[in-house]
Structure formats: structure tokens, C-alpha cells
């Protein structure tokens, strides 16, 4: 039973370019959750999903950040026109129900690196 | 406004010794508080709390919820290298996923 699945591991765009995450859930899962660590921070929400509907975005940057989950396939978190302050780990986070008390498991996340 | 607060910021410790990681919160809507550890890549989970005074415990691990004083600590004893990592705490809001993190206890077990 595979868990949380986050490609690529490692990402590496220039200024200006555009980043495209992914991410996986849990088989069975229905909702996902992502999450941005900046160095030496710890993590922050930035948006909750269903199946091709967006629940919460409130901790996503309302410009170049967008997410979606669309009935098929991943969660992608695609980020435009990527700065110097984009770098980041992002994670991915997948749950069966939107308040299940059960606690988050995280993917591996992707490490986005703008240069 | 919501806020999870650990310390210390960082630990450097010995093989053997005995740690125990702080970390105090102010949060509307408590549901639960989680403990992760993080090495290179995903934060694991290590505990949920959500009663008061009743202590989890994994081995060497161990935590306790005190929802009155609003704060949990995060034992480890007879630590090993193994152990070396970032310890975060996050608080759970009734109804939503929407964590709270704290920004993590960076431990250093030396051999």
C-alpha cells in the first residue's frame, strides 16, 4: 500500500520559468493537502483539496500559485513565473475524509530550488 | 492570531542522555497536537494528543498534552544517533486539516 507519492523529488528552475508538482494520494484517498516549509521554518498550509474542487486555498499566494485535483490523475501545485522566494519544500499530504481524526502523512515532497 | 511555539531552537546532546522538547500553543478550536520527526525528506508522524495527562509512549519516545497550560512535551530517553533530526509539533483545529506547525527542535545526538 504506497503512500503519499510527490514527483519530482528535486526541481530546479530559473527565474521566470514555471514549476509543476505533483502529487499522488494515498489509494482511497480523496483529499489532499499541500504544505510549504521555507529553510529553517516549519510548515505552513497552503491548500485543501477534493476531487476537482478547491475547499481551502487560504494560505496560497493569490498570484502565480495554483492548485488543482482533477478526477483523474494528480494533485498538481503549479507555480508561475517562479522567484528567488519560491524555494521551497513542498508536501503533499492525502487524507480518506476532509475531518478524520487520523493524523496527516506527508509524501517526500519536492524540493524546488529557483535560480 | 494561531500560534505553536517550540523550544528549544536547537539541542546538541550525547549518546544516552535524556531529552525533553517543548512546545506551548494558542489555538481557537483545539482538536489535536502531532509530534513529527524530519530527517532529509517527510516529516513522519510520531503522536496525537487530544486528552489531557494521559501520556503516549513508542519505545523511547514518549509525550503528554496538558490542555489547560496549553503546552505538550516530547521525551526521548537513552538517545542514540539515530535520533538526530527536527522534532516539529502541530496543532489540529476542530473541523479542518489546516495544521498549525511549529517551526521544529533541531536535536544533534553526538556519539
Known amino acids: 500500500n504506497a503512500g503519499v507519492m510527490q514527483n519530482p523529488r528535486h526541481l530546479v528552475r530559473r527565474r521566470g520559468q514555471e514549476a509543476r508538482l505533483r502529487c499522488s494520494p494515498m489509494?482511497?484517498?480523496?483529499?489532499v493537502y499541500w504544505y510549504r516549509q521555507l529553510p529553517e521554518e516549519g510548515l505552513k498550509f497552503m491548500v485543501y483539496?477534493?476531487?476537482?474542487?478547491?475547499?481551502?486555498e487560504s494560505g496560497m499566494p493569490k498570484e502565480r500559485f495554483s492548485a488543482e485535483f482533477p478526477k483523474e490523475g494528480p494533485s498538481i501545485l503549479r507555480i508561475q513565473q517562479v522567484v528567488r522566494g519560491d524555494s521551497a519544500a513542498y508536501f503533499c499530504?492525502?487524507?480518506?475524509?476532509?475531518?478524520?481524526?487520523?493524523?496527516?502523512?506527508f509524501g517526500n515532497g519536492t524540493r524546488l530550488t529557483v535560480t | 492570531e494561531d500560534k505553536v511555539v517550540q523550544s528549544p531552537l536547537s539541542l546538541v546532546v550525547h549518546e544516552g542522555d535524556t531529552v525533553t522538547l517543548n512546545c506551548s500553543y494558542e489555538v481557537t478550536n483545539f482538536r489535536s497536537l502531532l509530534w513529527y520527526k524530519q530527517e532529509k525528506k517527510a516529516p513522519t508522524f510520531l503522536f496525537m494528543l487530544?486528552?489531557?495527562?494521559i501520556e503516549k509512549k513508542s519505545g523511547r519516545l514518549s509525550s503528554i498534552l496538558d490542555k489547560k497550560e496549553l503546552f505538550s512535551i516530547l521525551n526521548i530517553t537513552a538517545t542514540q544517533t539515530g535520533d538526530s533530526a527536527v522534532y516539529l509539533c502541530?496543532?489540529?483545529?476542530?473541523?479542518?486539516?489546516?495544521?498549525?506547525f511549529g517551526t521544529g527542535t533541531r536535536l544533534k545526538v553526538l556519539a
Open positions: 483539496l477534493q476531487k476537482e474542487n478547491i475547499i481551502d
Open positions: 489509494k482511497g484517498h480523496s483529499h
Open positions: 502541530a496543532v489540529a483545529r476542530s473541523g479542518t486539516y489546516k495544521y498549525i
Open positions: 499530504a492525502s487524507s480518506p475524509y476532509g475531518t478524520d481524526n487520523s493524523p496527516l502523512h
Open positions: 487530544t486528552s489531557s495527562g
